[in-house]
């Protein structure tokens, strides 16, 4: 529980750490953008999304690689699929579904994952003009490990960081980590019930490559 907590606040450290660095930096001037010297952020009664805002849609799918922290299963393929709604150049909205196979060694069987979550995206230090674009995330969802000693009910916190590119006005590659917490599961196997100890975890890791289009 207590590497959870320290992953939950590490993640909003971050955060904070590159909304505070957005705001002293400032960003590049832009045609319609406000003058110098003008707040990087909309006094509080002002909104955040302007009204005339023109969201801009995206749609990536991806493969890599899925491991587990408390070692439930061994490192398998996985892959992904996502959808995103940028409202702002810093802000937007992903819905993403990530599966993968692995294998667990304590029931000698398969373990199938479905992870589903809605996060939000952060596009960090923008001010820069990087060549690449980094960005963290955090949001919620839903986990089911399928097989035997599985468990199709549990509570996700996705939290992520990654990079990505746009190769042409419409298409986009990256990569990125994720970390998910995973809550309420239960994957005891009879042993572990029999010898009375907690069975393995299902928090996970994962690093996906992918590539998308954005209209």
Known sequence: M????????SAFTVLAAVGTARAQQGTPPQQGAPAAGAPAVPHADQPLVPEDVEPMFGFEGGAGILGFFDGAAS??????ARLRAHFTPTWALEATYLGSVNDREDNDSTMVTTQIDASARYNAFRAFNLPLQPFVTAGLGYAGFSGDDGDMATLLVPLGLGVDRALTPNIRVGARFDFRLVFGEDLDTPRDRVMDEDGPGGDNWSVVAHLGGQF
Do not use: F, N, V
């Open 75 to 80: 490192i398998g393929p996985a892959w992904e």
């Open 2 to 9: 207590t590497h959870r907590l320290l992953a939950i606040g």
